[in-house]
């Protein structure tokens, strides 16, 4: 079975602070992909990243970075220089085989001014 | 707009009745999926459909439960008899093999269920 753990529930930082979300997947595949959403107050699903298990390349985008460790399982998720749009949840998620995605429980992050 | 646009974007209802949701995707995808979110968890898969095909179901998906894709293109979900325990967020999603890549789901606004 497949499983993601986002272990932190809520974050709250100040403005400009770098910030991190874990992601914790199990699964017996050996193939699969890891995915982080945002979810705004609006509710509407945004994707950000995929990342395939045979690719542990961290990568940049902006302020966003990913960190992947497959020694660890983990997929993890830095902000850095935190705004308030921010401010969101943001979901962890794995597929594998069949196209259904298995999402975390979400890590409410909270940027204030 | 060329997004996912599921309606109605909210829906209240008394227990026992039932209700129809509509999901169209975006016009290339081939693929469709339904999910349920309730307050404070991640969303949860319901059903996977390609093309017309309902290739998934989830054992969430009890016998009260139904989706169709009846042209491969939009696609509604209903509930019968509705209980309390179905008030939850319904999420559409779709993808194409050729737009992103696996699992690249593009989400529609959500249709908000309240069963009174």
């Known amino acids: 079975a497949q499983k993601v753990t986002q272990a932190q529930t809520e974050i709250s930082v100040v403005e400009k602070e770098d910030v991190t979300l874990d992601c914790v997947y199990e699964?017996?595949?050996?193939?699969?992909?890891l995915f982080w959403y945002k979810q705004p107050p609006s509710g509407e699903l945004v994707f950000l990243i995929r990342?395939?298990?045979?690719?542990?390349q961290n990568e940049i985008s902006g302020r966003y970075s990913w960190n992947f460790q497959k020694s660890t399982s983990s997929f993890n998720f830095t902000i850095t220089a935190s705004q308030v749009v921010d401010s969101a949840v943001y979901f962890c998620?794995?597929?594998?085989?069949?196209?259904?995605?298995?999402f975390g429980t979400g890590t409410r992050l909270l940027v204030s001014p | 707009d060329t997004g996912v646009s599921q309606d109605p974007r909210h829906k209240i209802t008394k227990r026992g009745q039932n209700v129809t949701f509509r999901c169209d995707p975006i016009?290339?995808?081939?693929?469709l999926y339904w999910y349920r979110q309730t307050l404070g968890q991640g969303p949860e898969f319901l059903t996977y459909?390609?093309?017309?095909?309902?290739?998934?179901k989830s054992r969430l998906l009890s016998d009260r439960f139904s989706a169709e894709r009846p042209k491969g293109s939009f696609s509604t979900l209903e509930i019968q008899r509705t209980e309390q325990g179905d008030s939850a967020m319904y999420l559409c999603?779709?993808?194409?093999?050729?737009?992103?890549?696996?699992?690249?789901?593009?989400f529609g606004p959500g249709t908000r269920l309240t069963v009174l």
């Open positions: 016009s290339e995808h081939n693929r």
């Open positions: 998620g794995l597929i594998t085989g069949f196209q259904k995605l298995v």
């Open positions: 459909f390609q093309n017309e095909a309902q290739l998934e």
């Open positions: 999603a779709s993808s194409s093999r050729l737009a992103g890549g696996p699992g690249e789901q593009f």
């Open positions: 990342r395939n298990s045979f690719d542990e």
């Open positions: 699964t017996r595949d050996t193939t699969y992909y």
